[in-house]
């Protein structure tokens, strides 16, 4: 549920509290303009007053640390040296969690400390991991800077790093106590990087939310370009689409699988792109969910009208939603299928893909022709 709040300051003039329902381990998600500037005192209510340990990047650090410091010396704490990580995809593997790891534990934490991600999703996957690591498991808070983390990767407890045979193989269920999604932090990224984010806000309506994906339609190139309330309003109600599916489905039993929308295929498209600047992650699911909409059209399952809707407004905004979009890629059909076959999702050999009967009608098959899917990537590849 989402309830406002108002602040005393003259910061934050409002705030969206949405509500992670998971019994004894529930936890708010705060969404609003500057509503990290006076979050000091929720961070320290969970830190029991001590500081927490930061994990950030060379990228965000300059940019919004300062903040984060402040806001938490306004509540009496003194902030202890923060954890600087690369920027960047290739943070999220196995040589910088052991780095990660190493500087957490030399500072001879105990149980209760606490870990604080500041950055957008690698840097959140990344610290959760450690944090659902480091002494069998201590608390973390999530203070996304990315529109993609605030609407996906800060919510829900999956964290986790890359291995060299695919994306998120190696993590853990592991959920924050606490998560701040400022959406001022947004002003402060590229329009790609936006585009990115925006991606996995159109999916929550492609999966259930037919009207909210009718606001975006309306209303997508207002949250692109920056304005404030186009921007809290789609944060806010992604959040709370995904508060509602993780608290009835936590370990992705069920309907949780439908996130996965656009990401068996945008998941093998980044490992053919090396998981970095080429091929950003929102930009694959955003190839990836027109895809699996051609897919369920191909099976005689989805309006093709409802599949043109969804290409229509992701690429009116700016996304890519065709693997030709992205330059200097040569795409190997026979590679893609073989990354699809080792996602973390596969089961009794099968490729579980999320497909759809129309807009915001969104399930999962796992007997899908392998012969169709291979003709769909050969066209794809081809135009």
Known sequence: MTSPDTSTSDTPTAIDTVRL???????????????????????????????????????VAPLHLPTLERTLRESGIEPTQAIVLPAGEKTKDIA???????AVLARGIERSAVLLALGGGVIGDITGFAAASALRGIDFIQVPTTLLSQVDSSVGGKTGINSPHGKNLIGAFHQPR??????????????????????????YGLIRLPGFFA?????????????????????????????AIVGADERE?????????????????????????????????????????????????????DAEKARAHLARVGLPV??????????????????????????????????????????????????????????????
């Not at 329902?21 to 005192?41: E, F, N, W």
């Not at 606001?215 to 995904?242: I, P, Q």
Request: with cysteine; glycine share 10%; charged share 30%.
């Open 21 to 59: 329902d998971l019994g004894p381990r529930s936890y708010d998600i705060l969404v609003g303009d500057r509503v990290l500037d006076g979050a000091g005192p929720r961070i320290a209510a969970i830190t029991g007053g001590k500081a927490p340990i930061v994990v950030t990047d060379e990228n």
């Open 322 to 383: 065709r693997p030709t979009d992205i330059p200097g890629v040569e795409w190997d059909v026979d590679g893609l299928i073989l990354s699809m076959a080792k996602d973390k999702k596969v089961k009794d050999g099968r490729i579980a893909f999320v497909l759809v009967r129309a807009l915001g009608d969104a399930f999962t098959q796992r007997d899908v022709d392998p012969a169709v899917v291979r003709a769909l990537l050969e066209d794809a590849v081809a135009r």
């Open 215 to 243: 606001w975006l339609e309306e209303n997508g190139e207002r949250v692109v370009a920056g304005d404030s309330d186009a921007r809290r309003h789609a944060v806010t109600e992604s959040c709370r689409a995904k508060a």
């Open 96 to 102: 910088h969690f052991e780095r990660l790891m190493d």
């Open 253 to 305: 039993s069920g309907d949780r699988a439908l996130l996965n929308l656009g990401h068996t295929f945008g998941h093998a498209l980044e490992a053919a792109t090396g998981f970095g600047s080429r091929l950003l992650h929102g930009e694959a699911v955003s190839i990836g969910m027109v895809l699996a909409f051609d897919l369920s059209v191909r099976l005689g399952l989805c309006p093709a009208e």
């Open 178 to 203: 606490l998560v701040i999604a400022d959406t001022a932090t947004l002003d402060t990224l590229p329009r790609r990087e936006v585009l990115a984010g925006y991606a996995e806000v159109v999916k």
